[in-house]
T-cell receptor, first 112, second 114 residues
Framework: GAGVSQSPSNKVTEKGKDVELRCDPI?????LYWYRQSLGQGLEFLIY????????KSGLPSDRFSAERTGGSVSTLTIQRTQQEDSAVYLC??????????FGPGTRLTVL | AQTVTQSQPEMSVQEAETVTLSCTYD???????LFWYKQPPSRQMILVIR??????QNATENRFSVNFQKAAKSFSLKISDSQLGDTAMYFC???????????FGKGITLSVRP
């Protein structure tokens, strides 16, 4: 079966523009996570979706960041009015129960 | 709050040798899961090994094994017969049901020398 996919793989944008990053989780996985990884750093938790429950948005760094998950499957992370400090790799992961999270290849975002 | 600490920023090992990567953690939960993830230069995070806290037996996956010391809150990863393809960043992760989040350490860069 297919793993977690993310698109685009790379995104270059100008400061102030909005961007949308997409994540397709593994089919049947009920949990979906977004993380941010700055150059050479660890993973910073952003947001977590579990089934139909309200998402845990406690990791979102500002109100410019939002995410949604439609139909319990595909998720979109939106960053409005991008800033240079938003430049990072954005990783999506999905999981079923506690077997471990499976990660996508990430989207490298560069804000000029 | 839960924390994961990887105090070694980088390590180097000769091919075919054994290396141990350290990780300590802290949580007030009694039931939790620990993970090691590998991130090669391709940046794809790969699950290496998983340990349930309620299991005393250390997890093993081929050349990868862990030394889980629950009382000491220590969870180290041993890589035997190191291969060039093991060169990557390795992240230790802690998952608890309390907040359903996977908390990661800062990672360690492992280089395997030919």
């Amino acid at each position: 079966g297919a793993g977690v996919s993310q698109s685009p793989s790379n995104k270059v944008t100008e400061k102030g523009k909005d961007v949308e990053l997409r994540c397709d989780p593994i089919s049947g996985h009920t949990a979906l996570y977004w993380y941010r990884q700055s150059l050479g750093q660890g993973l910073e938790f952003l947001i977590y979706f579990q089934g139909n429950s309200a998402p845990d948005k406690s990791g979102l760094p500002s109100d410019r960041f939002s995410a949604e998950r439609t139909g319990g499957s595909v998720s979109t992370l939106t960053i409005q009015r991008t800033q240079q400090e938003d430049s990072a790799v954005y990783l999506c992961a999905s999981s079923l129960d506690l077997e471990g999270q499976y990660f996508g290849p990430g989207t490298r975002l560069t804000v000029l | 709050a839960q924390t994961v600490t990887q105090s070694q920023p980088e390590m180097s090992v000769q091919e075919a040798e054994t290396v141990t990567l350290s990780c300590t953690y802290d949580t007030s939960e009694n039931n939790y899961y620990l993970f090691w993830y590998k991130q090669p230069p391709s940046r794809q995070m790969i699950l290496v090994i998983r340990q349930e806290a309620y299991k005393q037996q250390n997890a093993t996956e081929n050349r990868f094994s862990v030394n889980f010391q629950k009382a000491a809150k220590s969870f180290s990863l041993k890589i035997s017969d190191s291969q060039l393809g093991d060169t990557a960043m390795y992240f230790c992760g802690l998952y608890t049901g309390a907040n359903s989040k996977l908390t990661f350490g800062k990672g360690i860069t492992l280089s395997v020398r030919p």
